[in-house]
């Protein structure tokens, strides 16, 4: 089975620091993907990484970084953490088949629930 | 742009009850849809994806049919247990290399 592992399941930080949320995944997946996850929003994607050391920009990668220096593993930095970030934040992997990569079932991981103070 | 809705946003049946969660997208051209299961404070478990030139896919109790035309997708749920209280989630990629759009999810809670 693919595990998709991320670092915390439960982090509480203060505004204005770095913060750093990491995930691996087991199973050699090309593409790798990080979400937040807010009551009433769903599901939205910050960036995505289809190879080591490329990254692409999703629907709200604004506040945030990413870096992708190993093929397993993806980080999600915040550079200067604020009350707004404050939220549930998943991590992804998938392979690229037949069709790209968007034709193949994502595996995520547990979550992170970040509390910014 | 691709917009994915899901109604009724929470459901309660009794347990056993044969049962539908709907779907639906704005825009047709769709390369797949995807159904995913999430449990409270947990991540997504994917439960089935259909092809777009698929009009559906089975895996145990669950079925899961797609109608591009009309932009719909139904996941059927048979002889619901009260281990398939979660959230329901589907989602499309508009195409081979984009990210998913996902729904907010349909909250179901099976009653024993």
């Known amino acids: 089975d693919v595990k998709v592992t991320q670092s915390s399941r439960y982090l509480v930080k203060r505004t204005g620091e770095k913060v750093f949320l990491e995930c691996v995944q087991d199973?050699?997946?090309?593409?790798m993907f990080w979400y937040r996850q807010d009551p009433g929003l769903g599901l939205r994607l910050i960036y995505f990484s289809y190879d080591v050391k490329m990254k692409e920009k999703g629907d709200i990668p604004e506040g945030y970084s990413v870096s992708r220096e190993k093929k397993e593993r993806f980080s999600l930095i915040l550079e200067s953490a604020s009350t707004n970030q404050t939220s549930m934040y998943l991590c992804?992997?998938?392979?690229?088949?037949?069709?790209?990569?968007?034709?193949?079932?994502?595996?995520f991981g547990d979550g992170t629930r970040l509390s910014i103070l | 742009k691709q917009e994915v809705t899901q109604i009724p946003a929470a459901l309660s049946v009794p347990e056993g009850e044969n049962l539908v969660l709907n779907c639906s997208f704005t825009?047709?051209?769709?390369?797949?849809l995807q159904w995913f299961r999430q449990d409270p404070g947990k991540g997504l478990t994917s439960l089935l994806l259909i092809q777009s030139s698929q009009r559906e896919q089975t895996s145990g109790r669950l079925n899961a049919s797609l109608d591009k035309s009309s932009g719909r997708s139904t996941l059927y749920i048979a002889a619901s247990q009260p281990g398939d209280s979660a959230t329901y989630l589907c989602?499309?990629?508009?195409?081979?290399?984009?990210?998913?759009?996902f729904g907010k999810g349909t909250r179901l809670s099976v009653i024993a």
């Open positions: 992804a992997s998938s392979l690229t088949g037949t069709g790209g990569w968007g034709n193949q079932p994502q595996h």
């Open positions: 825009d047709s051209a769709i390369y797949n």
């Open positions: 199973m050699d997946h090309e593409n």
């Open positions: 989602a499309v990629p508009p195409s081979g290399n984009t990210p998913l759009v």
